[in-house]
């Protein structure tokens, strides 16, 4: 049985060492103070490590890992986000939260007139939240629309 | 004695006037319905509200009257969903559910909201007057804090946190390295060099608190809703008439006195303050009332306990918070995060340079409690209804809402996805049991430890003894090599009690 604790403790010893090894390479000023800019990260680092050892040494129980499906919601759901904090600029706000909460609503409880109706909903309230009563500056509309 | 009150008529003096009274109101409401809302707790409910707060351009009196009175609001509304749904808002309103929720499905639902209720303001009452004598009091001694007793200190809060809040000894210690390795991104303050940011320009400046606050709070929370498809948030208890249980509130006036002061001093502890107050207030009183106590059946006593407790805790933990800048909670870690992005240095000179800040938001917090109790005990109703808010509409709301806090206050595109990035980081830790709170500790205090230990050493010319050289720092040390240490033997004697399941 693959403990996920000593993959991860293993994981996190191989970044750690990682990181360590790049704290040597931190370029020092000759305004330096005696402990220098090294050694702190050095100590985390080491520290790191050890911990990640006692990971792999001593595993906790295997936490359960959601069914593989789950994961495939997971994965959508990241991918939605990550096209959303790059949309919210250039089509303004109102367009990508409507899809995108539609999306996050959809997953979580899989039907689809009630996720959109949400997520035109949310769009639509918060957009009127933020603008209206709290006054921050955002953008409705794409900026080609607008001009 | 004339000192705290000339201090506190000018902190009513600010208190008092119609604008802040009304942030206190608005935020008590707010704090309440985030409190109640399963899956938003105290401290992501905080999180993503600080950077909207901040675009608002609230002055730093204002804007922390707004934030503490959303805390304290959230303390309270969390004993909502711990009572009704067997869902904790955070760590220590854990303990609420252990009676909470088996009296409600005995029928008395009402009964246990109106105990809490009035077992909340007690304690948080009482604990805001014990900060209100405590903070001045340790303020003056945190005058003679070097920079090795500060280091000293920040260690003690990441072993007591690493020991008595989690379970596993290594991952407490690696969550406290995820979040220290993460501090040393950016320029080093010293000599001026980039460490660690792989030549991308976005990390020369750090990583941003905030950002890292709102991706391992709520946007974590966010995953675990879509792993379990909203399920287990539903209400299963009914809530008939609210009537005022005279009887028990009477039964219950010592326990709540006892467990205030109990979570009161475990809340001034830096590091594991917080959760360790609700804690000891219900194993404590559990011990007093022994076997015929019923504690664990639903008793009164037994809501009242760790609902007084952990409110006293709460109050409790702003006095490390204010006075040395080293939060006793998750949520008063957030709370410093929202200090130090007002610029404002909390610390033994917070009390002497702004004294409108400090006793401004002691006198709100008197104030946000009597509102609280106010607007707790008859609209409770009010609030159950709004618990009701489906996930599947809640959930994206809380994620939208968190975007646009974030890209409204640092404007870029890189942080949202370093917030995602976070978000799964906070994800795989929970799920792996890895504490959460001291990656976000690390990250606040990362470069302020740095920076003392760098400073003691600049002091002795490079020597390490000289991190021994007074009493305070070799107790502190001490403290923190026990307070790491200890937890794994009483873990043997002493189990947590876990969540009660149907």
């Known amino acids: 049985m693959i403990k996920s604790d000593r993959i991860f403790g293993l994981v996190v010893v191989l970044v750690a060492l990682a990181y360590v090894a790049s704290a040597t390479q931190v370029q020092t000023s000759f305004l330096s103070d005696p402990v220098g800019p090294k050694a702190f990260p050095m100590i985390v680092g080491s520290i790191a490590a050890l911990c990640g050892a006692v990971m792999v040494l001593r595993p906790d129980e295997e936490p359960d890992w959601p069914e593989l499906r789950t994961f495939g919601a997971l994965l959508i759901s990241v991918i939605a986000l990550v096209a959303y904090a790059y949309a919210l600029k250039p089509l303004g706000f ?3 939260t409507a899809i995108i909460a539609s999306i996050l609503s959809y997953q979580i409880s899989a039907r689809a007139v009630p996720a959109m109706l949400s997520g035109f909903g949310l769009s639509i309230g918060l957009y009127v939240l933020f603008k209206f009563i709290l006054g921050l500056g955002l953008t409705g509309l794409p900026k080609v629309l607008v001009g | 004695m004339a000192d705290l009150f000339a201090n506190l008529s000018l902190g009513f003096g600010i208190a008092f006037s119609p604008f802040t009274l009304m942030l206190a109101v608005i935020g008590c409401f707010i704090g309440t319905i985030i409190g109640a809302l399963p899956g938003l707790g105290p401290s992501n409910g905080v999180a993503i509200l600080i950077p909207i ?7 730093a009196t204002a804007s922390l009257v707004l934030m503490t009175s959303v805390y304290y609001g959230a303390m309270y509304g969390g004993r909502i969903s711990s009572i009704l749904l067997n869902i904790p808002g955070d760590e220590p309103a854990l303990m609420t559910t252990l009676d909470g929720y088996p009296m409600a499905k005995n029928g008395r639902a009402g009964d246990a909201l109106v105990i809490s209720g009035v077992a909340s303001f007690v304690g948080a009452f009482l604990a805001t007057i014990g900060l209100m004598l405590l903070a001045p009091l340790l303020s003056r001694v945190a005058y003679s804090f070097g920079p090795a007793e500060y280091f000293a200190l920040y260690l003690l809060a990441f072993s007591t946190l690493g020991g008595i809040a989690s379970n596993n000894q290594a991952k407490a210690a690696l969550a406290s390295c995820i979040g220290l390795a993460i501090a040393t991104i950016g320029l080093d303050n010293n000599s001026g060099m980039p460490r660690f940011t792989g030549g991308n320009l976005h990390l020369m400046d750090g990583v941003d608190f905030l950002v890292a606050i709102v991706g391992l709070f709520a946007i974590a929370e966010v995953f675990f809703f879509i792993e379990n498809h909203g399920k287990g948030s539903a209400l299963g208890v009914k809530l008939e008439k609210v009537t005022v249980p005279v009887r028990d509130l009477l039964d219950s006036k010592w326990t709540m006195l006892r467990a205030s002061v109990v979570g009161f001093i475990a809340g001034v502890l830096p590091g594991a303050g917080a959760s360790l107050g609700s804690f000891l207030a219900y ?18 006593k037994g809501v009242a306990a760790p609902e007084a407790g952990n409110n006293a805790a709460a109050g409790g933990a702003l006095v490390p918070m204010l006075t040395l800048g080293v939060p006793g909670s998750g949520t ?15 610390g033994p000179t917070l009390f002497s340079d702004r004294p409108d800040v400090v006793w401004g938001l002691i006198a709100s917090l008197l104030i946000a409690n009597i509102v609280l109790l106010l607007m707790n005990v008859p609209m409770v109703k009010i609030f159950v209804r709004i618990l009701q808010v489906p996930p599947w509409i809640l959930m994206p709301g809380v994620t939208m809402v968190s975007f646009v806090g974030i890209y409204s206050l ?11 990035g976070f978000g799964i980081l906070g994800f795989l830790c929970r799920k792996m049991d890895i504490p959460t709170v001291p990656i976000i500790m690390g990250i606040l205090l990362g470069s302020a430890m740095e920076n003392k230990l760098r400073d003691a050493m600049v002091l002795s010319g490079g020597e390490w003894t000289y991190l021994f050289s007074s009493k305070i720092s070799t107790g502190l040390l001490i403290a923190a090599v026990l307070g790491f240490i200890a937890p794994m033997f009483l873990r043997r004697f002493i189990t947590k009690p876990q969540r009660v399941s149907d």
């Open chain 1, 94 to 96: 109102l367009i990508p």
């Open chain 2, 53 to 59: 707060s901040f675009t608002l351009g609230l002055d």
């Open chain 2, 283 to 300: 194993m404590s009183e559990k011990a007093i009332s022994g076997k015929k106590g019923g504690f664990g059946t639903g008793v009164a």
């Open chain 2, 332 to 346: 008063t870690a957030v709370l410093l995060a929202l200090l130090m992005t007002l610029n404002i240095t909390p």
């Open chain 2, 410 to 420: 640092t404007g870029s595109y890189f942080d949202l996805v370093l917030m995602i």
